[in-house]
């Protein structure tokens, strides 16, 4: 499994251990652009910095394949309308649903786990 992100997650990789390597790309597009092409098994951004323009094409593209692009936060299927606000909690995306299922658990259990730190 190969894992794709952005250098601002470089030091965060708490759950996801079970990617044999680790790959840092700059650009949105073309980081969801190696999950179509099988160079990425996985894409994970947990920063508002994509926006949907960033997403939308490679996005029916990856759901035509059977994968999805889904909010870090909650898992649900990133919708479009005509808010052109970046995605407030990041993306993740794969074409396989159940790794978008262990990030997204991973990402909402390292969350839960900060702010207990916090308190």
């Keep these: 499994c ?6 601002c997650f470089a030091d965060c990789t708490e759950g ?3 990617f044999m ?11 969801l652009l190696t ?13 508002p910095t994509t926006y ?15 994968g999805d692009v889904v909010d870090a936060r909650n898992g649900k299927t990133i ?7 970046a995605h407030q909690d990041g ?3 794969s074409l396989d649903l159940a790794i978008i299922d262990q990030l997204v658990a991973s990402t909402v259990q390292t969350a839960a786990e900060r702010s207990n730190e916090a308190q």
Aim: aromatic share 14%; proline share 3%; with cysteine.
């Design 79 to 85: 919708r479009y309308s005509t808010d052109r606000s």
């Design 91 to 93: 993306v993740i995306a």
């Design 2 to 7: 190969i894992l794709v992100f952005s250098y």
């Design 52 to 66: 949907p323009w960033d997403t939308c094409g490679p996005h029916a593209i990856i759901r035509a394949l059977g």
């Design 21 to 31: 390597s680790r790959i840092i790309a700059n650009g949105a597009g073309y980081k």
């Design 16 to 18: 996801t251990h079970y």
């Design 35 to 47: 999950l179509i092409r099988g160079l990425s098994t996985a894409y994970y951004l947990g920063l």
